[in-house]
């Protein structure tokens, strides 16, 4: 006997559902009782919900309030976020996602100033304001979460909130960075004011969406190209600004390949999102309160131990303050040193010793395969680190130009068995193992 | 000399079918191993067992014997076992026999969705899955009862209050 689409099993009919847009299902849900009953059936919300918005377990709108159901749940952003290809709108919301998850778990302070995203009025607002269209990427971001409220109007709260930038940052000597995400309003006073000072910027384009307000470090959005830059140490001189993303990634128009557009904050908060997740960086220690951008895994940073002297290093790119006519000083380049002794103590000469003291360091910077830099020094930043079996890990920064990259930092510690000031056995060298200095495809 | 294995429609008509084309069916797979080489299959009609065994030779054939670099990439992309089924179907030439195969009224097509469920055959029941899905997409109400012979079981007030209830999924970007 012949079946009617009515007739066929819940399964069948339910499965067919499921292949459908939203709005398809809303037409079928006109058709008849049967197809109404199917099409309105929660689970089919439910599956339209995670497939469009990634939004599984409970029925959340766009604030994040309970609908009574995965449909109301569904109504709700799709009236919120129509405007924009809904493939995007999933993809920024599970990049948001990601990294609020990976805060709360890791820095919650940090993803407590993360604030609720703006409304489209607003983003019209800002456009109008500045003179520029928004690519729809940047825009459906700032829809989801409208930046950090970490600026507000109390100096002393201000600098308690500096550290908690959520793309996070390095401190080497009196060169301090964190770079926060700004909040809508604060693009458009920040791009007001950069633009006013650099005339090279006042082509109504760029928008200032990251910045670090220690030392002066600013991510600017080319709106016209999706691309973004981060300015060196000419910016307020001439604009001279670097591309933080692979170029080729950035594309403002779906094309016959790809579907949806993709810009540089979106690419670059994905990376960010995947070094978390990768453990690339974190936190320094569990109870510090900012994210550290001194790579923590290989191939970035190095790993020797020797005679129970463990050394990691890693180096970050420090675009601030590098110069792209700088000569010797082009590519400016921050090192942090970690040295720890393992719990079995200081191995040598077939002794074991409870502690041992550096006494100098040895280094040997290659740029493109040139050595540039040969140095030997008492000390490391005027100290003699004494390591004791077990312990947390004695770390310092300091930091390299080199006039070219590749390059690369490797050398060697001197260290007595004891301590300096009552040494137990001859001295002995710890090997640095060698890092890796180059320009990074992305920036932060 | 290949296998044979027979398969018996619901009216009585039997089918001498290859092994590697029968076992595209789970069902018949998993069967035929507790050593029985005769299925009855009383829910199957032998019009529709007709269609089912052609799809299935089809892809036996497919996934045996890669005719195509795509279709090789396919198979060595899958799993190792003579039958795959890697979702979506890659091989260009394939997909365009499966889009003639499927061009068929909406009647039969729902006989062969539910005797492909029934054998368990997941690439066919997933093919007429997505032409019905077809079949709907971008039609208004009406045209989708038009297209599935459905009568319209609403009063004026219900199909008023659905349309206003629904319209908020036709505001487009």
Redesign the interface.
Known sequence: M?????S??G??LE???F???????????????R??SAASDDALWRHFCARDFALYDRPLDPDGALCPSFKGAY?SW??SF????LSLVKRAKECWTSIRCWLSDNCPEISDTLRKGVSEAEIQQAEKILGVKLPAPTKVLYRLCDGQETFTTNAAKNKYLADLGIIGGYEFYEHLVNVHLLPLRMVVSQTKNLTKEVSMLTMPKYIVVAASFYMAKFFCLNCSSGQLYVGTSNLLENGEMMPCVPGELVRLKADANFDMPQDALLLWLEEHNRRLRSSMIKTRHPSSRSICLFPETSPYCSVAVTNGVQVRASAVFVPEASDANGGEESYYFSYSIRMSLLPEGCMLDGVYYSSCQLHSRHWIIRSKDTIVSNVHGEAVIGQYPLLLPGEEEFVYQSCTPVPGVPGSVEGSFTFVPGRLSRPEGRQFDVKVAPFILEKPEYIF | MAKMIKLVSGDGAEFEVEEEVAFQSKIIKDIVADADDVIPLPTVSSKVLIQVIEYCRKHAAVNSFPLSPSSSAAAAASSSSSISYSKPVSDPALRAWDNEFVKLNNSSLFDIVIAANYLDIEELVDLVLETVADRIKGKQAQEIRRQFNIENDFTPEEEEALRRENSWAFQNN
């Open positions: 012949a079946a009617g689409l009515e066929l099993g399964f069948v499965s067919i559902l292949k459908l847009d939203a709005k398809h299902a809303a037409a079928a849900a006109c058709v008849s009782t197809l109404r109504k799709f009236g129509s405007m924009y290809p």
